[in-house]
């Protein structure tokens, strides 16, 4: 049988939604693959060594660099992905939001605050799919950003000493107290965050999988 005319624009975002919630869903995990990882390989209270602690920096630069990646894969993998929903949505005679817009505005200074809610949320009303979780999924990612570069930072400062030592103690224990206290919603958040974003992947691959 030959493919409809909706199938056709929408063809290449089929096609590329599965690579993606496969990335997006492993990046959701890494909290908690981090948080596995760490409670397997961490000697018991009391018993650490510097040897230990040396093996642990080493792991947790080995996951940092591992989860950078994968965020940067993802993230370029994710604006190609809705260049393409939003071109198939105007090629079919769909309001929405231009590509080039709807990628560009993740780099826009301030409009990036919006844009980029603007664009899901634009590509999930053309599809016919609800655009709440448009509105969830930003706040939970902008309330993640923030708490990532907190927790990067923590990161980078137990990876390099030399960077730590030349920090007031006073900034160290605030940005220690801070990571402390923020470990569960920065767990929940960066879980959320990502998650949220594969399950709109999957709503507009389903929307347009269903219109075909």
């Known amino acids: 049988m030959q493919p409809t005319a909706i199938s056709q624009p929408f063809a290449k975002v089929v096609g590329l939604s599965g690579t993606l919630v496969t990335l997006l869903s492993i ?5 908690v693959v981090t948080y596995v990882v760490f409670k397997v390989a961490a000697p018991p209270p009391g018993e650490i060594s510097e ?13 940092l660099g591992l989860e950078n990646l994968l965020t940067l894969v993802t993230m370029i993998l994710f604006l190609v992905w809705i260049y393409r929903v939003l071109a198939a949505c105007r090629a079919t005679g769909r309001a929405a939001m231009s590509p080039g817009l709807g990628v560009g505005g993740w780099f ?6 919006v844009l980029p809610w603007l ?13 709440a979780i448009a509105g969830v999924w930003w706040l939970v990612w902008l309330v993640n950003t923030s708490l990532t570069g907190m927790h990067q930072l923590a990161r980078q400062l137990m990876l390099v000493p030399e960077l730590a030592r030349a920090l007031p103690l006073e900034m160290l224990d605030s940005i220690y107290g801070a990571l402390d206290s923020t470990f569960w919603p920065y767990f929940i958040a960066d879980t959320a965050a990502w998650g949220l974003l594969a399950f709109i992947v999957i709503t507009v691959r389903k929307s347009v999988s ?3």
Do not use: K, W
């Open 210 to 212: 269903t219109a075909s």
């Open 108 to 113: 826009i200074p301030l409009a990036n605050v």
């Open 119 to 131: 664009s899901v949320r634009s590509a999930l009303r053309a599809v016919g799919a609800g655009t």
């Open 27 to 31: 990046r959701a995990s890494m909290r």
């Open 51 to 63: 040897e230990s602690f040396n093996n642990l920096r080493l792991l947790d630069g080995g996951l």
